[in-house]
C-alpha cells in the first residue's frame, strides 16, 4: 500500500520494456516528479497483477488505487497528485487524445509489422507462444508472414510522420512550450520502435528524431541501442 | 484596398455557401470580430480571383494582402488582427492541425460521397461540368456512382465521429473551455454537409450535434434547412 507500482510488459532479459503503452504512463509519472517501482511481468504474469482484473499493461498500483489504461493514468495522476501539469493549457486533453487516435490508428499498424520479428525474439518461450497466438488473431497472419512485409513497411514509415513532422518543425514540443502527455504519448509509439530495434528509426535532422532525442534527454531517459 | 473580402463557392442560388474550407476561414473572421465581404464565385471564377493565381477558395483579400488556404488565413488573422485569439493556449496550433488532418483523412472522404449529389444538383452547369470532371479524376467514378455509394457511406458515418463525441463529451468546445480555430476546422467539416443536405447529420442527443448547434448560435451562423 506504501508506494506507487507500475507493472511492465518486458524481454526475457529483464531489461527492456517495450510496450509503447506503458512508455507513456512512465513518462507521465516522470513528468509529475513521482518515484515510483517499475514491475518487469511477462503476458503470463498479467491475469495476476494485484489480484486480476487486467488483461494488459500499463497497470498503476497508487497507493493501492489500481487502474490500466494509459489515458486513464494520466488523468488519474493529474487529478491525484501536484506537479507539472500533464495537461498544461487549455485543450490539452483533446490535443492529446488526438495524438493517441493519430498514433493508434496511423502509427502503430505499421510499426506493428516492422518490429514483430524483434518483438518476437527478446520474449521467453511462453510470452513468445502467447504473441504467436496474439498475431495471428489480430492480423491473420504467422510472425514470419508479418516479418516478411517489415521492410517494405519500414520505407514508407517516415512518410507516416508528416504530421508530426509538421508540428514540430514549428515548435518545440508536441503539447505546445512544453511538454505534456500529448508528448508521452508519441515517445512511447517511438520509443516501441527504438527498444525492439535499438537502433534510430529518422535521420539525424528529421525534427522528430530531434524533438524524441529532446523529449529522451528531457525525461533522463537512456536512448537504447541495438 | 480598403476592407477584407473572402471569396466563396456558392451554389448557383448565390446563397447555399458549401465549401468546408470557406466556412473555416467565416469563422475565423467572426472569432476575430472583423467585418468583411463575402464574395461569392464559381469554379469559373475562381482564376480570376483577386488577379489570379489561386486555384481554389478561401481566398482572402486582406487590405490587399491576398492568401489562400484556410489555415494560413488563420495564422494571417491572429497575427494581424487583435481581437480573441484564435489559438487560446498552449498547444492549440497543434490541436488545429490535428483536427485539421483528422477531419481531411477520416471525415471528409465519406463526406465527399454523401454529398455529391446534391453538391452537383445545387451548381449552376459550367459548374457541374467542371465538378464532374474533377470527381472523375479525383475518384475515378462518376457523380452517378459515387451518389449509389452514399447512403452506405452515410449509414457509418456516425461512428466515424467517435474521437470527436469523446471529446465533445468531456468538454464544451474542440478547443477546450473556449471555442477557438480547432472548432473552425470541424464546424466547416460538418457544415458543408448541413449545407448541402439542409438536414442535421446527426441525433439531437449527440454531443456532437449539441456542440455543432452551440457553435453556429455562438457565431451567429442560422442552421441550414431542406
Redesign the interface.
Known sequence: MGGIALYSLCAADGVRHYSPHVWKAILALRHKGLEFDLRPVSFADIPRIAGGGFDSVPVLDDRGHRLGDSFGIALHLEAAHSGPSLF????????A???E??CDTVLNPPLSVIVVRRMHDMMDPPDQAHFRAARQRRFGASVEELAARSAGEAAHFPEKLA?MR??LT??DW?????P?F?DHILFGTLQWHRICMGAPLLTAKDPVEQWFRRCAAHYAIPLASG
Chains 1, 2 share one sequence.
Not at 88 to 95: D, F, N, T, V
Open positions: 498544461p493549457g487549455a485543450g490539452q486533453q483533446a490535443l487524445r488526438l495524438v487516435h493519430h504530421l509538421r508540428i514549428g515548435q508536441v503539447a505546445g512550450e512544453a505534456g500529448a
